[in-house]
Nanobody
Framework: VQLQASGGGLVQAGGSLRLSCAAS????????VGWFRQAPGKEREGVSC????????YYSGSVKGRFTISSDNAKNTVYLQMNNLKLEDTAVYYC???????????????????WGKGTQVTVSS
């Protein structure tokens, strides 16, 4: 069982990146899948979550309107499209999945049993 996050990189402020979270060894059926980030010296924060049960989504206030989470069930992959990136978006981004977790639980990291290794996103001025 593995989650693989990818797509990070260096981008100028105002630019875009798309992160991917691919699952192997299990499918996202009945899972909530979320993206989290941790900047140096800061606590981990929930960025966005999506429920595979009903497609409902959640965004933190800091990214709402700029980031979009989506899923491709055929590819067993969840994406995070990040537009209009800001310096404060610089962080290591992680994806995680929790069987039966609600969107609210996902946002706080509760019940998220599978975690991928992070991918670095660096936004420069």
């Amino acid at each position: 069982v593995q989650l693989q996050a990818s797509g990070g990189g260096l981008v100028q402020a105002g630019g875009s990146l798309r992160l991917s979270c691919a699952a192997s060894g299990f499918t996202f059926d009945d899972y909530a899948v979320g993206w989290f980030r941790q900047a140096p010296g800061k606590e981990r924060e929930g960025v966005s979550c999506i429920s595979s049960r009903n497609g409902s989504t959640y965004y933190s206030g800091s990214v709402k309107g700029r980031f979009t989470i989506s899923s491709d069930n055929a590819k067993n992959t969840v994406y995070l499209q990040m537009n209009n990136l800001k310096l404060e978006d610089t962080a290591v981004y992680y994806c995680a999945a929790g069987l039966g977790a609600t969107i609210r639980q996902c946002h706080y990291g509760y019940g998220m049993v599978y975690w991928g290794k992070g991918t670095q996103v660096t936004v420069s001025s």
